[in-house]
Structures are given as structure tokens and as C-alpha cells.
């Protein structure tokens, strides 16, 4: 079981290390796949119609607002997980 | 993308995603009334796509995009309950980091809430059917719910933009979504593997009220991990 989560952990993260090694050296930054989409859009002379009412004021309070959502994901998650596990425990010790 | 639909197909994707997204509430209420021991795993479902939506991750064309996360909760408990959890991380990613966007809120419930889980469920089910181990199932169920997600949001763009035609717009946005999305899915799959093998250890006996896991799996699963089995 822990060998199977081993291989499983390792295969994630070397699919996610590929893109690094081939655009190290091409110089092109890595673009998300939505801007791709709004400038191909907007390409066709299509104006957006309406805009966010709040944005956040930079690209790094954007990335804190990310981290916030999945800090607020993974303390749900560990919470219901340590509270499962505990119930499962045998109580003598 | 707030903006980015002609008003009339955002009128058009929200009529479609309310009512699924109302049964869905209806559902988690009749739901954690008969069962309120599996109000911890909607909280988890919930929690999973909070996490997995938040991440931006590298694919090997140079783009980077967001895992779902969806197919945890649609396997467990179906897609209309999932939908209502995937609106909550929506609403959330629109007000507050101006990502999605309220007017494309109806279009993105559609992909992300409604047809990646219903695939995602689908392929869970048949390959229950199947006999299959769940792992099997778990890790395809989360892929489709992936793919299937940005497959629905290219043909939504690809119907609202039509230039030149439907399919050559429907090509051109599969490209940027779809093919960027291959090995996030993979990722996404492993994940949710992993997280759903734990809950099977933790708690079978829920995954069997859901009807997730055929009893003689359970059984199985309790004869692995003896600790499980509650006295």
C-alpha cells in the first residue's frame, strides 16, 4: 500500500517537473491556459462586456488569495482525516 | 474570464446550472438528515476541490492550469451534490480573486459542477459494474472530471465565438484547454487515488452506505486494515 503511494507520489511530481526542463532555455514564460483563451477571444474583436468588481491589487496578493483557498481547503480536510483516524483508534493507550 | 460570454449565453448556462445546483442542495439536506455521519466526507469533497482548484500547475506545453478536483465528490456522492460544492469554491475564486467571474458563473458551474462530475461518476459506476478494482475506477473517474470539465468549457466558448465556424473555433479552444489539461488530469487522478484509498481505510463502512463500495470489497478492505472495523 505505501509502495503503490510511493510510485504514485513520484509519478505526480515528475510530470510535474517535465514542463521545467523543456522550457528551461526556450526563454518562454509559462502561460495560463484562460489568459491563452481571453487573448484568443479577444483576437476575434470581441470586447468583454464586464469586468470584475474587485481585483486583487497584484499578481502577489492574487497568489496569497490562492494559498488562503487551499490553506482553508487542506485544514478541512486534515481536521475531518485526524478526526476519523482518532475515533478509529483502539482507546487503551 | 468575467465578461468574456455575449450576455445571452450567460443567461443561457445559468438556466441550466440552477436547477441542477438547487437538487443539489435538496439532496445534501435529505441526504445528511438520514445519514449525518457522512457530513465529514461532504466536508472533505468539498475541502478537496478547494485545494485542488487553487493550484496553478505547469503542463508540458508551456501553459499552466487548474486541477478541478471534483471527481472525489461526484464518485462519492453524485454530481448534483457536486455541483453545488463546486458553485461554493466558484463564487469564492470569482469575488475574491477575480478568477471565473459572476457573469460566467452559470457557464462554469455547467463544465466544472455538472458534466465533469456526471462523466466522472459514469465511468465510476461502469467500472464498478465492471468488477474492477476502485482504485481503477477512482483514478479514471477523477481524470474525465478533469478533461471533461475544459473539453465543456472549449464548446462553450467555441458555440459563443463560432469564427470562422464552430469547429475550427472548437479546435483552436480544445488546444488551449484540453491538450494543457492531459497531464494535469493524470496529476489530479493520482491525488484523489491516494485520498480516496485513505477514506477507504478510515472509514469503509461509509463509502458502503453511499454505495460506493460493494460490501464484499468493504469486507476486504476490513480484513486489510483490521483497525478500521468499528466495534
Known amino acids: ?93 | 474570464m468575467e465578461g468574456f460570454l455575449p450576455w445571452q449565453w450567460c443567461l443561457f448556462w445559468y438556466a441550466l446550472s440552477i436547477p441542477v445546483v438547487s437538487y443539489g442542495v435538496v439532496k445534501i439536506k435529505r441526504f445528511t438528515d438520514k445519514n449525518p455521519e457522512s457530513k465529514p466526507l461532504l466536508a472533505v469533497s468539498g475541502a478537496f476541490i478547494f485545494i485542488l482548484s487553487s493550484l496553478k500547475l505547469p503542463s508540458v506545453t508551456g501553459s499552466s492550469s487548474h486541477p478541478t478536483g471534483t471527481g472525489l465528490g461526484a464518485v462519492l456522492f453524485g454530481p448534483a451534490v457536486t455541483s453545488v460544492l463546486s458553485a461554493i469554491v466558484l463564487v469564492f475564486q470569482a469575488l475574491l480573486l477575480a478568477h471565473g467571474g459572476l457573469t460566467t458563473l452559470g457557464a462554469n458551474i455547467f463544465s466544472m459542477g455538472i458534466m465533469g462530475p456526471a462523466g466522472a461518476w459514469l465511468v465510476y459506476r461502469v467500472i464498478k459494474g465492471l468488477g474492477w478494482s476502485p482504485s481503477v475506477g477512482i483514478f479514471l473517474a477523477a481524470v474525465i472530471a478533469d478533461l471533461l470539465t475544459y473539453m465543456t468549457t472549449a464548446t462553450q466558448l467555441s458555440l459563443a465565438f463560432p469564427i470562422p465556424t464552430f469547429s475550427e473555433s472548437l479546435i483552436k479552444f480544445m488546444v488551449i484547454f484540453a491538450y494543457t489539461q492531459i497531464p494535469l488530469a493524470i496529476v489530479e487522478g493520482i491525488l484523489t487515488v491516494i485520498i480516496f484509498d485513505y477514506l477507504i481505510k478510515l472509514r469503509p463502512d461509509i463509502l458502503r452506505t453511499l454505495k460506493v463500495l460493494k460490501p464484499e470489497e468493504t469486507s476486504e478492505s476490513n480484513k486489510k486494515y483490521p483497525e478500521a472495523v468499528k466495534e
Open chain 1, 1 to 93: 500500500m505505501n509502495n503503490k503511494h510511493l510510485i504514485l507520489v513520484i509519478t505526480a511530481i515528475t510530470i510535474l517537473l517535465i514542463p521545467f526542463i523543456f522550457s528551461s532555455g526556450s526563454g518562454k514564460a509559462i502561460v495560463g491556459s484562460d489568459d491563452q483563451a481571453a487573448s484568443a477571444i479577444e483576437n476575434t474583436g470581441y470586447q468583454p462586456w464586464y469586468s470584475s468588481i474587485w481585483e486583487p491589487p497584484s499578481s502577489e496578493i492574487e497568489s496569497l488569495l490562492f494559498a488562503a483557498q487551499a490553506a482553508i481547503g487542506a485544514i478541512i480536510l486534515f481536521y475531518v482525516l485526524f478526526h476519523y483516524r482518532s475515533k478509529n483508534k483502539p482507546r487503551n493507550n
